[in-house]
T-cell receptor, first 116, second 112 residues
Framework: DTGVSQNPRHKITKRGQNVTFRCDPI?????LYWYRQTLGQGPEFLTY????????KSRLLSDRFSAERPKGSFSTLEIQRTEQGDSAMYLC??????????????FGQGTRLTVV | SQQGEEDPQALSIQEGENATMNCSYK?????LQWYRQNSGRGLVHLIL?????REKHSGRLRVTLDTSKKSSSLLITASRAADTASYFC??????????????FGKGTKLTV
């Protein structure tokens, strides 16, 4: 499978625990995005990377959220001290950005987080 | 806040009928994209229309863009049960160096 891969697909955690999600983008893609989607809503932008550089993180929901892409390949999204309100689907997408082309973003299947 | 707003929020039609969904947005854009999402799954890219284009076709899909009204429509012709899904429009915010992030609406839930 050469698409965007996210692990795990489902995560149930107790409130207050830390969780980490992984995203493996399409191999030649230079951009990687994280979105959060709650029930009945569209995806909400969180952050994105151009190669290993995190170009925007102001949309991360709080300082409990952090993301890394250490070698410009896979990325991790960590939520510390989880709260019930963090329950949502976390989506990763990647794209190949070339100067004169508008990128099509390819999404993974998402990680569904349930905080109990 | 979300840039795009889809209309209607929900649409139910019979197989073989056409389905039309609309999207309105607030600021100028580089392009507008439509995505489909089956329940509990990731999003699938359907079609991209650039700000200098007015209409685009892909199979049974037809997308129009009216930048003066800041609106777009997605038409699915001869719908099938497999078209049942949520449909989202996504706009990018223009910035130096090209588009950076997609901003999604709340979606239209289509039932065929």
């Amino acid at each position: 499978d050469t698409g965007v891969s996210q692990n795990p697909r489902h995560k149930i955690t107790k409130r207050g625990q830390n969780v980490t999600f992984r995203c493996d983008p399409i191999s030649e893609h230079n951009r990687l995005y994280w979105y959060r989607q709650t029930l009945g809503q569209g995806p909400e932008f969180l952050t994105y990377f151009q190669n290993e550089a995190q170009l925007e993180k102001s949309r991360l929901l709080s300082d409990r959220f952090s993301a890394e892409r250490p070698k410009g390949s896979f990325s991790t999204l960590e939520i510390q001290r989880t709260e019930q309100g963090d329950s949502a689907m976390y989506l990763c997408a990647s794209s190949l950005v070339i100067w004169d082309r508008e990128p099509e973003a390819f999404f993974g299947q998402g990680t569904r987080l349930t905080v109990v | 806040s979300q840039q795009g707003e889809e209309d209607p929020q929900a649409l139910s039609i019979q197989e073989g009928e056409n389905a039309t969904m609309n999207c309105s947005y607030k600021t100028s854009i580089n392009n507008l994209q439509w995505y489909r999402q089956n329940s509990g799954r990731g999003l699938v890219h359907l079609i991209l229309i650039r700000s200098n284009e007015r209409e685009k076709h892909s199979g049974r899909l037809r997308v129009t863009l009216d930048t003066s009204k800041k609106s777009s429509s997605l038409l699915i012709t001869a719908s099938r049960a497999a078209d049942t899904a949520s449909y989202f429009c996504a706009t990018d915010l223009p910035s130096q160096g090209g588009s950076e992030k997609l901003v999604f609406g709340k979606g239209t839930k289509l039932t065929v």
